[in-house]
């Protein structure tokens, strides 16, 4: 690979970023008025999919989740930013990195909530794994 082709893959990295922001509605939270971890998953699932597919510009499907760290719950009443990124890419596959980070509405207050890695493949139109690059 030469150093035009790693610009050159780095820079579609770069552009794959992927950023949502949400607002924790009640509709979308538990019992104990936090966002449920169902929704959070879901919503990581779709972010990276998103990234996954803004990078390959191919038919991508999730293949696996890797550890989700749910390290501080998200309450109702805040806003949620979702990021993700282009960790890895192999022939066929794709890793994605997603964060959601919480912020409070009236204050400055921001701080990561969640944390884990989809893989996804790229398929053909008979649902074969294909090349990504």
Do not use: C, W
């Not at 779709?46 to 990234?51: D, K, R």
């Not at 009443?77 to 890419?89: A, F, K, P, Q, S």
């Not at 959601?100 to 996804?120: D, K, L, N």
């Amino acid at each position: 690979m030469g150093i035009d082709e790693t610009t050159a893959i780095a820079d579609r990295i770069s552009a794959a970023e992927t950023r949502i922001f949400k607002a924790v509605f009640p509709s979308t939270t538990n019992h104990y008025d936090t966002l449920f971890g169902g929704t959070a998953m879901q919503l990581m699932d779709e972010v990276a999919f998103i990234t996954a597919t803004r990078f390959a510009r191919k038919r991508m499907v999730t293949v696996s989740s890797d550890k989700i760290n749910f390290t501080k719950s998200i309450p109702a009443g805040t806003i949620i930013e979702l990021v993700g990124r282009v960790d890895y890419v192999g022939n066929t596959s794709i890793r994605i990195a997603v964060e959601i980070y919480v912020e409070e509405m009236y204050s400055m207050e921001r701080h990561q909530a969640i944390h884990g890695t989809f893989t996804f493949v790229a398929l053909d139109e008979d649902k074969k794994p294909i090349r990504i690059l």
